[in-house]
């Protein structure tokens, strides 16, 4: 049995660049068979996913994470390769480090621990990997769940390992995250010389106080868990490049951030009754990433919570901020979900980089959150 910072560190090594694995499942699986676990390779199109479980009686705790990691950005700008880990200072760097193979490592060590002093355990622990979290998110954890939830498997609790901390290990935890909605309008004017005005219709001014309207609604006040709903412009663009022609189109990209308050459906209408208000001849695409949710506290926020509290000293908070993850696959499945890891300042950023004590405090607070529900 090896450290949480050895395992994080072949991990790390390991070039998985979403959508690709890089191996990192199979040596997962390796260590969980090691244990009693019954593994399952369950690979959609270029998409590797991984199950694997111990034991047939319920509750069913399923730790869930990601193996694939976001592109590094110019490779020179790193001050060490980020697929060479290197510990620099007590902190750990390379891709991944953050998000989340130091979770995975804890998770697979505080498991190991757990069995080792626990080897008739009640319930059952399963691991769900995916190496599409970073990608689109289609052939991964959701389509793993249908493939499970027609087996017949009911899943109890579910932890996610992505790095939820702040500013130290433990102090945030996520029990929800808010919903994001993603539109793309187009506003149609008519086309012609900027010295002939008369016989143009100028989209940009057209959109000017429609877009004003829209940047000043509001649209929810937030509730006790979540921020209130927020609407961001990503994109804006028109014009043909010349000084002298008044486009015929202006074309906008904008993503809402949504709370509990408030439905996709409920914002799709209101963004058109400005625009229908103003009598825009527009169209408008819109894409849903993922409805918000939240999961109701019960045994494993209060097993994390004690977890923390015992390892760390404090408490954490319980909050639903960032921006979407795979524990909206679980919710839906009437899972009690907590997502808890390391510190997510550096996460999808150069020198991406974890505090090397807080992999073995983590595997720590995962291995008494096991104790707590199944021992
Ligand atoms: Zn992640």
Redesign the pocket.
Known sequence: MSSTLDLAIDLIGRQSLTPNDAGCQTAIAERLKACDFKTEHLDFEDVHNLWAKRGEHAPLIVFAG?TDVVPTGPLDAWQTPPFTPSIRDGYLYGRGAA??KSGLAAMVTAAEQFIKNHPNHQGSIAFLLTSD??GPGINGTARVLQHLVKSGEHVDYCLVG??TSVERLGDTIKIGRRGSLNGTLTVYGVQGHIAYADSTSNPIHLFAQPLADLCSHKWDHGNEFFQPTSFQVSNIRAGVGATNVVPGALELMFNFRFSTETTAEKLKETVEEVLRKHHLDYTIDWALSGNPFLTPTGKLSEAAQAAIKAVRGYTAEVSTSGGT?DARFFAPLGAEVVELGPVNAT?HKLDENVNVDDLSDLSAIYEKILVSLLA
Do not use: L
């Open positions: 990601h998000d989340m979290e970073e992505e790095p993850s996460m």
